[in-house]
């Protein structure tokens, strides 16, 4: 297992940008698919982007092109760089560790909450 804590989230203005980091404790880092999830009021958790241990990155349609995830293992920190961001990306973001060996993710963040708002 690891333990994982987010940061970065807040307030912003459409078109404007954040960037949120998770961080990792607790087992081996690089070997774990890092995720990032979001869940809006009245709806359920969604994907958002995701990074293998090779450095593979998938995202959701509604992201793609405005969202950046990237990691790195030497500070066990996975971010995500959120540009151009829109009413609906208001949300709790939630970080989330799938370890090799699993076809789940296994552990989660305790969330942060970004709003997006003028």
């Known amino acids: 297992q690891v333990q994982l804590v987010e940061s970065g989230g807040g307030l912003v203005q459409p078109g404007g940008s954040l960037r949120l980091s998770c961080a990792a404790s607790?087992?081996?880092?690089?070997?774990?698919?890092m995720g990032w999830y979001r869940q809006a009021p009245g709806k359920q958790r969604e994907f958002v982007a995701a990074?293998?241990?090779?450095?593979?990155?998938y995202y959701a349609d509604s992201v793609k092109g405005r969202f950046t995830i990237s990691r790195d293992n030497t500070k066990n920190t996975v971010y995500l760089q959120m540009n151009d961001l829109k009413g609906e990306d208001t949300a709790i973001y939630y970080c989330?560790?799938?370890?090799?060996?699993?076809?789940?993710?296994?552990?989660w963040g305790q969330g942060t909450q970004v709003t997006v708002s003028s």
């Open positions: 989330a560790a799938r370890p090799r060996s699993s076809s789940l993710y296994t552990s």
């Open positions: 607790g087992s081996i880092f690089s070997i774990y698919t």
């Open positions: 990074v293998t241990s090779a450095g593979f990155t």
